[in-house]
């Protein structure tokens, strides 16, 4: 039993640059004493992209196993690293009966260092970032990252296009298994 299951996503756990990026977030938030633990073998792809390029029949195949997953699994409220596995599991899955709280990890970091939990080191970057669109304009995710970078001493500079406005990288309505050279 814990009080956060992270829904690690399945790019977050198998894509070489990011899966060592998942290995690094569990360091601080072990050290801020945040009692989580993950399903392991147990999660499958949220079934967010393929429902986007209407694999309907899989998707529903996978949101089914997550479920099945999930209520064998004693926890409070779900956190995830991706914002497409966000979207899934708090806007796709209720409307197959399974309404969970799930918050972004940027929610929660943010949380652990305005308390005092999660102490940070002042960086002093001047920095920019890029609103994933799957967490801004489809679930209103803004200013937890804003709200981290600034406890880290970052001068934020604003891209034209951010928070609900952002560019889109595609990756969502399954643009990430096409050769990008047409672009």
């Not at 079934?47 to 986007?52: A, I, T």
């Not at 998707?59 to 997953?69: D, G, K, M, R, V």
């Not at 928070?163 to 990430?176: F, L, V």
Request: charged fraction near 20%.
């Amino acid at each position: 039993p814990v009080k956060y299951l992270w829904f690690v996503g399945d790019y977050a756990s198998y894509a070489d640059r990011l899966a060592e990026n998942s290995r690094l977030l569990t360091r601080p938030l072990t050290n801020a004493g945040l009692d989580f633990g993950i399903l392991y073998e147990a999660e499958w792809n949220s079934g967010n992209d393929v429902r986007r390029v209407g694999e309907e029949g899989l998707f529903e195949q996978l949101a089914e196993h997550n479920i099945e997953a999930l209520q064998e699994a004693q926890f409070e409220e779900i956190f995830t690293t991706d914002p497409h596995s966000l979207n899934a599991l708090r806007n796709e899955y209720p409307k197959l009966g399974a309404t969970y709280t799930v918050w972004h990890y940027t929610e929660a970091l943010a949380h652990l260092i305005e308390t005092g939990a999660l102490p940070v080191q002042q960086l002093g970057l001047r920095v920019t970032y890029h609103d994933p669109c799957y967490l801004a304009r489809y679930n209103g995710v803004t200013e937890a990252p804003r709200r981290i970078l600034s406890a880290l001493g970052c001068e934020r500079v604003e891209m034209p296009r951010n928070k609900t406005n952002t560019s889109c990288c595609g990756a969502g309505g399954g643009r990430i298994w096409m050769d990008g050279s047409f672009l």
